[in-house]
């Protein structure tokens, strides 16, 4: 038995998180709304607290007899979601007082929710990870449905209680056929009985289809990504800041720490449904989104795609892999946040917020600032991370550390023979997806700033994309339904 006062030492980020939310609800009860300002800079402070503590956790240790887990992994996507918790309480506060729902338990909400995220991505079994994920899950349902005197909140709220439970569902469906076949549910001892590899009943891969489709969900990976556009449309704009950042970090790594430690000895059986979800994710998130109108809905497509992105990481299942995965996570929090942030810049002529695509008419010549901000963060940042990871993901994880070149024209053949015919044959269904996803439209700097300047209309400004998006599209079927067409040459 593990002494209490070390476990309480080794989990003391968590442990600042609960009190400092309990602290803040008390200080909001007494004081009432006048005190939201007070309170949201109060939980910044509790987030550079527990974020110094996350400094100093050990390389590895675990604590409440093996239910949580301190490591490397843990602290870096901690600070990544503090960061991005704190941004979203902040950008808040304005736009509270300005639709007059300034009420205090928002912050408090926010910090319930990430004290549910750090506990997600700590998770040393499946106990405490469903805890963590119902925790944060529960919080982001209230907020969803923050305007509660709006039908479009509520219904958004609804949406995403209803099919979060379903999830939640499928996740412990998962989790009992695990634990049935598997015989624990801690990760460690999960990790020896998997990477056996030998007599594993066929239960185990159905819990493990019932695990990713759960984690799934919370990423709002093609095909579980129904919910998202309609839950950020209808959210207040800094709740949908905050569902596109910080919780997707949270989800993201726990998918990670569940794919790697505990069904890394199965790997050949996850790669291919995850690699599916990439895949899917990115070429749906881009081609979905050039049809929207709505900003937030439009946001919450490109969210959709990057998350395609960082699961090529995960599809590769090695320890490059997964670095790729923490990296793209960090920069996409802040690029997300910036772009939420222009959204709620955006003022009519009355002053009244605005969220249509049309709006952007014009901009560059009434606000020149917002107008590169809003061309510059969606488009030239996510094309930049994509293309910073295509090479670290791909060709140090799939190809093995084949120089960057060989991933694009004739020199990808020559060496198709050295690598084997089935990573080169993935690698171009990889290459032609992130076609798709980096250069539709909705995600170029110079669609954002033509729609800005007012120089094109966004309807029109779509119609010459259709083919190369189609050639594409193509390409990706010809590719993946007929491979020996790919290595024919070989």
């Not at 090529?312 to 299942?317: Q, R, S, Y």
């Not at 269904?429 to 800005?452: D, H, R, S, T």
């Amino acid at each position: 038995m593990q002494p209490l006062i070390e476990s309480i030492g080794i989990a003391a980020p968590e442990l600042v998180l609960a009190i400092g939310a309990m602290a803040l609800l008390m200080i909001g009860t007494f004081r009432g709304d006048r005190s939201l300002p007070a309170l949201t800079w109060l939980s910044v402070a509790l987030y550079a607290v527990a974020g110094f503590l996350v400094l100093d956790d050990p390389w590895r240790a675990t604590a409440f007899d093996g239910l949580y887990v301190a490591d490397n992994f843990s602290a870096f996507l901690k600070i990544v979601m503090y960061a991005g918790s704190a941004s979203a309480a902040l950008l808040a506060i304005p736009y509270l007082k300005r639709t007059r729902t300034a009420k205090f338990e928002y912050p408090v909400l926010i910090m319930l929710g990430t004290l549910g995220m750090s506990m997600m991505v700590s998770a040393n079994d499946l106990l405490s990870l469903y805890v963590g994920l119902e925790l944060q899950s529960l919080a982001a349902y209230v907020l969803a449905a923050f305007h509660r005197n709006e039908a479009r909140s509520s219904e958004a709220g609804l949406k995403y209680f209803v099919l979060g439970a379903l999830a939640s569902g499928i996740l412990l469906y998962g989790v009992s056929l695990i634990y049935g076949f598997g015989g624990s549910t801690n990760f460690d001892a999960l990790a020896k009985v998997l990477g056996q590899g030998e007599g594993l009943q066929l239960g185990v891969t159905f819990g493990l289809v019932f695990v990713l489709a759960g984690l799934a969900f919370k990423v709002s990976a093609v095909p579980f990504h129904m919910w998202t556009p309609d839950v950020y449309e209808g959210a207040p704009t800094p709740v949908a800041a905050f569902f596109a950042s910080a919780p997707k970090v949270a989800a993201m790594g726990l998918l990670v720490r569940v794919a790697m430690d505990v069904f890394g000895g199965l790997a050949d059986q996850w790669q291919q449904i995850v690699a599916f979800m990439a895949v899917a994710s990115m070429i749906l998130g881009a081609v979905g989104a050039i049809g929207q109108t709505n900003i937030k809905r439009l946001l919450a497509y490109s969210s959709i795609n990057n998350v395609g992105f960082a699961l090529i990481g995960l599809a590769a299942a090695t320890p490059e892999g997964v670095a790729s995965v923490l990296f793209y996570m960090a920069v996409y929090v802040a690029v997300t946040l910036g772009s939420f942030l222009v959204v709620l810049q955006m003022r009519d002529a009355d002053g009244r917020a605005v969220e249509t695509i049309d709006s952007l008419a014009g901009l560059g010549r009434s606000r020149p600032a917002l107008a590169a901000a809003m061309a510059g963060l969606p488009g030239g940042s996510a094309t930049f991370i994509a293309v910073s990871i295509l090479a670290f993901v791909i060709l140090g994880s799939v190809l093995e550390g084949i120089p960057a070149i060989v991933l694009f024209g004739p020199l990808l053949f020559p060496i198709a023979h050295q690598v084997g015919v089935h990573e080169v044959h993935y690698a171009m269904i990889i290459i032609l997806a992130m076609g798709i996803g980096l250069f539709a439209p909705p995600f170029g700097v110079g669609y954002y700033a033509a729609c800005a300047i007012g120089r094109v209309d966004p309807a029109e400004g779509i119609r010459p994309i259709w083919g190369y998006m189609l050639a594409l599209l193509i390409g990706l079927i010809i590719v993946a339904i007929f491979p020996w067409i790919s290595i024919g040459f070989l």
